[in-house]
């Protein structure tokens, strides 16, 4: 069964009973309130400065090592180097480097983060028309924006979701339509560069490509002819795959870390035992979906948001149970008919099994089934199977009001956010540039706007802006394409418990202490040893003029990571 009927193909609700008068000008304001709610999904992103998004400070660091690695004056090919094999994360890091040619790192990054806002809705949207529904009804993807993965500050992840919305839309017709070469070359690109991305969000769409084969099964040879479309992007995984988890042993590479060790490695022997796989138990993972789909706000103001979209959705819902559906006329004859009838529901419930069941951590990467939820709620619209017409405009309507309202609060969290940063700007504007500096950071950021304490790594901005080196980095995690170089990672605390921090085995090393919140343990004692150069707020910059520059040594193996995947 396919769409069927250029109406279907063009995404346009069927509008018959209404004049072509009044259609075109319903679609010109359609068209200008469309605008609007994207400009306004993107705003937020340049509402201040400092985004309150946990990760992000590592990867603008890592981002300005590719950016300025033969600078003298950041001193980064002194610390690292790169890996130019293709991985995931590449996307990200590639994007940024290109835009780095024109604009500075934060700059670039906010233009990456502006792509996302605005191609969430459109990759949504364009899933809803490879389907045969309304495509306004996307409308419904915009408060998803501001999704609780958006403040772990998962950039990476965050690009794949457009591209994981386009892929899954471009497989939709390839494997339930005719041949069509321009298409097939869009979708090989598409899973390519998916996997670029992010390796997990990748492997995802795998099962909805399985599904999709089987319910347009028409034989051996026509699914190989549709697979190899999928070719490129399985060889680019499987490349990664070997390389870096089943060849090679972490402790036997230049430049991976003991953090990336703690990751665990998944060697042959071990593919069937010692996974470490994790699953949280059903319960806490259906009573925690609220917080893990929009729950990063401390006054829950977007949970607000989120339980008034749910309400609107079940009236959409309601309004559609009688309006026409747009998936193919005629009864279903058999049983492949009436699973390509309803594969947008299927694809929509194969992705939150996938939340559901799926692992809260393997080999000790963290948050993983969590993420999925989000593509499950993205895909929540083609239950809406009539167009919005007649009284569900109404309904539209009201949730475009509200995607507005997301965004005003997402943008004054960021707002707010500048108040409880201070003067840091200043401080890390006086910093000497090409050091190394380690971020001792007692108060995290909890108690503001954001949740997931988006000071842990704000030592990294010191990277992004002035070069450099920085304690806890993500650089020789897997998929991170910066590596340390041989005898170059400085010793640090675990980033959660900077009281571990100890003079004579740490403190030689860095040139500057980023200090927040009240020190204990040797960061009380830092006057000792450095000097302070400046309080900015609740931060305060220390100097050590004896820094060692070079290492000679690797940090100890005790050391743990973040605890969660970037």
């Not at 995404?11 to 359609?30: H, L, S, Y």
């Not at 408060?143 to 609780?148: A, E, K, Q, S, Y």
């Not at 939709?172 to 560069?193: F, P, Y």
């Not at 042959?268 to 010692?274: D, R, T, V």
Request: aromatic share 14%; glycine share 10%.
């Amino acid at each position: 069964m396919t769409d069927g009927g250029a109406a279907k193909r063009s995404g346009e609700p069927r509008e018959q009973a209404e004049p072509a008068a009044r259609r075109a000008w319903w679609r010109r304001v359609e068209g200008l309130v469309a605008l609007a709610l994207l400009a306004a999904v993107a705003a937020p992103f340049w509402a201040g400065r400092f985004l309150p998004l946990l990760d992000l400070p590592q990867h603008l660091g890592l981002a300005s090592v590719l950016l300025r690695y033969r600078d003298a004056t950041a001193r980064f090919s002194t610390f690292y180097d790169i890996r130019a094999a293709l991985d995931p994360y590449w996307g990200y890091y590639a994007a940024m480097r290109l835009l780095g040619l024109a604009f500075p790192v934060e700059t670039a990054n906010r233009l990456l983060f502006t792509a996302y806002a605005v191609l969430v809705p459109a990759g949504a949207a364009y899933v809803l028309r490879a389907l045969g529904r309304d495509r306004r009804w996307a409308v419904f993807a915009l408060p998803l924006v501001f999704n609780t993965n958006l403040y772990w500050g998962f950039a990476t992840f965050l690009l794949s979701i457009p591209v994981f919305l386009f892929a899954l839309g471009l497989s939709i017709r390839h494997l339930g339509e005719g041949l069509d070469r321009r298409r097939e070359l869009a979708l090989a690109a598409a899973a390519a560069l998916l996997f670029l991305f992010h390796g997990q969000t990748y492997l995802l769409l795998g099962p909805c490509v399985i599904l999709l084969l089987v319910m347009g099964w028409r034989g051996a040879a026509w699914a190989a002819r549709k697979s190899l479309t999928y070719l490129p992007s399985l060889l680019l995984f499987g490349s990664w795959f070997w390389r870096d988890f089943v060849a090679l042993h972490p402790a036997e590479v230049t430049g991976h870390t003991p953090e990336w060790r703690s990751y665990g490695s998944i060697q042959g022997a071990s593919l069937g035992a010692g996974l470490g796989i994790r699953f949280d138990p059903l319960a806490e993972v259906v009573t925690s979906l609220p917080d893990r789909l929009m729950g990063a706000f401390r006054d829950r103001s977007e949970q607000v948001i989120l339980w008034s979209a749910a309400l609107l959705f079940l009236a959409a819902l309601a309004l559609c149970r009688g309006g026409a559906a747009r998936d193919g006329a005629g009864a279903p004859v058999g049983w492949r008919d009436r699973a390509l009838r309803w594969r947008g529901e299927l694809l929509a419930l194969l992705l939150f099994c996938s939340y559901l069941f799926g692992p809260a951590q393997v080999s000790g990467q963290f948050y993983l089934n969590q993420r999925h939820l989000i593509f499950a709620a993205l895909l929540a619209p083609v239950l809406l199977r009539a167009p919005a017409t007649g009284l569900r405009r109404w309904v539209l309507g009201l949730a475009a009001a509200l995607s507005l309202g997301a965004s005003a609060n997402a943008a004054a969290k960021v707002i707010a956010f500048q108040g409880q940063v201070g003067p840091f700007a200043e401080l890390v504007e006086s910093m000497e540039p090409g050091g190394r500096a380690l971020g001792l950071v007692f108060d995290t950021g909890a108690g503001g706007p954001i949740r997931f304490w988006p000071f842990l790594h704000f030592a990294c901005y010191y990277q992004a802006l002035r070069g450099g080196d920085v304690g806890f980095s993500f650089a020789g995690l897997p998929s991170i394409p910066v590596v340390y170089r041989p005898g170059q990672q400085a010793p640090h605390p675990y980033e959660w418990r900077p009281q571990d921090f100890r003079w004579e085995t740490m403190g030689r090393f860095y040139d500057y202490f980023l200090v927040r919140g009240s020190p204990r343990g040797d960061a009380a004692r830092l006057a000792d040893h450095a000097v302070l150069v400046k309080t900015a707020g609740e931060w305060r910059l220390w100097h050590n003029p004896g820094a060692i520059t070079r290492t000679d040594a690797q940090p100890s193996s005790s050391l743990s990571p973040a605890g969660l995947s970037p």
